[in-house]
């Protein structure tokens, strides 16, 4: 027996002001989204990983029998069983591999014959420090998909065809859990603070499962395409559009995209396909910052895009922006939210979400180089909105906090401006409420 356990997501509490400015966002956000997208299927915050439940699919085609469950099922579940499992497979990102760790000490414990391996897209790229930190795993497991399952049980496995996911081996029904899903994996793309770009790309599935989804799902049920870059080129974007379009789904889709690979003709075939929502990074409005992290569109070109983008659909546009990158200075940040404020006043950005920066660890990578100096090697806190675990030559820690929180609050009151309100509470209410990945799992209820 396998247990396949998914430590993807997980709840953590943050910082009370952080906190209260996310809330504030999300009313924003809530209001902008019913006016721009209308109503949608009830909104669930529940969520499961597509490539792990792939894994899960692939196992269970193999005739072995695979559990699998959500990381706060476990310890119920060790304590409840008869039969241990021979083997456990964690997949985690990095701030939950001490959590792993953890559990897997919990799980030697009770079953010393069970094997507990550990995968994921950290892993992936910090292969040789989670073995050093954490000598408890007794395998960690890289690779996507086929490959991965058979890492997970030690044999190579054959036996899928058709269906990739199967739903039914989630622990609760389809119909409770937000919906990502993805076409394609990886990303052909180097920006420096991203661990995608290190990834293999691949193409999966070029409808993101939707064809069966449609048949489980309601209309107008939100589905997120959890690619990197959806397609990653235009013929990419092409295939992608056209399976999408080919399902006669009938779902709000949402997806990241890359600006400068955007013409007017994908603009309309990403539109013609369902899609309601395009993503884009601009991270800041400092041309030398993005060229240092190797980000090869200019700020100029950028806005060009995002106003051709504009012309030619109703997309609600969502714009994501890193703070703390090396090389910011408070100056540049605040030359950035000067910029942002102009992006949202005048209508050509719907939302625009702010993240922390972080030096994740990747095996071989010396962050020294950059200027980055990590001060917190608990990998816990590693996710983008706890207390920053590094200091730059241009700032410390004290000063990249702060000047997260007041990006968080710019953005709220340019948002709020750009809508017609000088304060939260002018806000009508509406019955919807937008799940939103860190909403759910990072803001503890
Ligand atoms: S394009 Fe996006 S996903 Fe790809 S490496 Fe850059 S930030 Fe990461």
Same mark, same amino acid.
């Given at each position: ?305 995002? +106003? ?5 659909? =109703?997309?609600?546009?969502?714009? #994501?922006? @890193?703070? !703390? $990158?090396?090389?910011?200075? *408070? ?15 005048? +209508? ?5 979400? =702010?993240?922390?920066?972080?030096? #994740?660890? @990747?095996? !071989? $990578?010396?962050?020294?180089? *950059? ?33 997260? $929180? ?40």
């Amino acid at each position: 027996m396998v247990w396949l356990v998914d430590y993807t997501h997980y709840t953590k509490d943050i910082d009370p002001e952080l906190a209260r400015l996310r809330s504030e966002y999300f009313e924003i956000k809530t209001y902008k989204r019913a006016m721009i997208i209308g109503e949608t299927a009830p909104v669930k915050t529940r969520v499961f990983s597509t490539g792990l439940l792939r894994i899960a699919t692939i196992l269970a085609r193999n005739d072995i029998d695979v559990k699998y469950i959500h990381y706060y099922m476990l310890e119920d579940l060790l304590d409840s069983t008869e039969e241990y499992p021979e083997i456990v497979a964690f997949s985690a990102v990095c701030p939950t591999v001490p959590h792993c760790a953890r559990m897997a000490e919990l799980i030697k414990a009770k079953s010393p014959k069970t094997k507990v391996k550990l995968g994921g897209s950290h892993v992936n790229v910090c292969t040789e420090e989670t073995l050093r930190r954490y000598p408890v795993f007794d395998e960690l497991t890289k690779g996507y998909e086929c490959e991965g399952a058979s890492k997970v049980v030690g044999r190579k496995l054959n036996g899928v065809s058709e269906i990739y996911v199967d739903y039914s081996l989630l622990p609760y029904p389809i119909t409770e859990y937000a919906i990502n899903t993805f076409s394609s994996m990886g990303c052909p793309f180097a920006c420096s603070y991203c661990v995608d770009g290190l990834a293999p790309h691949f193409v999966a599935q070029p409808d993101g499962n939707l064809g069966v989804l449609k048949e489980l799902l309601p209309r107008r049920n939100l589905v997120h395409f959890f690619d990197s870059v959806l397609g990653f080129s235009a013929d990419g974007i092409r295939r992608v559009t056209e399976a999408v379009k080919r399902t006669e789904h009938d779902f709000i889709l949402s997806c990241d995209m890359r600006a400068d690979l955007l013409t007017p003709e994908l603009v309309h075939l990403i539109e013609g396909a369902g899609f309601r929502e395009i993503r884009m990074g601009i991270e800041s409005s400092d041309d030398e910052l993005l060229s240092m992290n190797k980000r090869t569109l200019s700020v100029k070109r950028f806005e060009e895009q995002v +106003k051709m983008v504009r012309a030619n659909s =109703n997309l609600y546009i969502t714009l #994501y922006s @890193i703070t !703390g $990158l090396p090389g910011t200075t *408070r100056e540049s940040q605040m030359r950035t939210l000067e910029y942002f404020d102009y992006l949202l006043m005048d +209508k050509l950005a719907d939302e625009i979400k =702010n993240a922390l920066y972080v030096p #994740y660890p @990747i095996d !071989g $990578l010396d962050y020294l180089k *950059r200027g980055v100096y990590v001060t917190n090697d608990d990998w816990a806190c590693y996710d983008r909105q706890s207390y920053p675990v590094f200091h730059t030559d241009l700032m410390s820690e004290a000063e990249i906090w702060s000047v997260y $929180l007041d990006t968080a609050r710019s953005i709220n009151n340019s948002w709020l401006r750009s809508c017609g309100f000088d304060t939260p509470r002018d806000i009508p209410k509406t019955d919807i409420q937008y799940a939103e990945y860190i909403q759910a799992n990072y803001l503890r209820k």
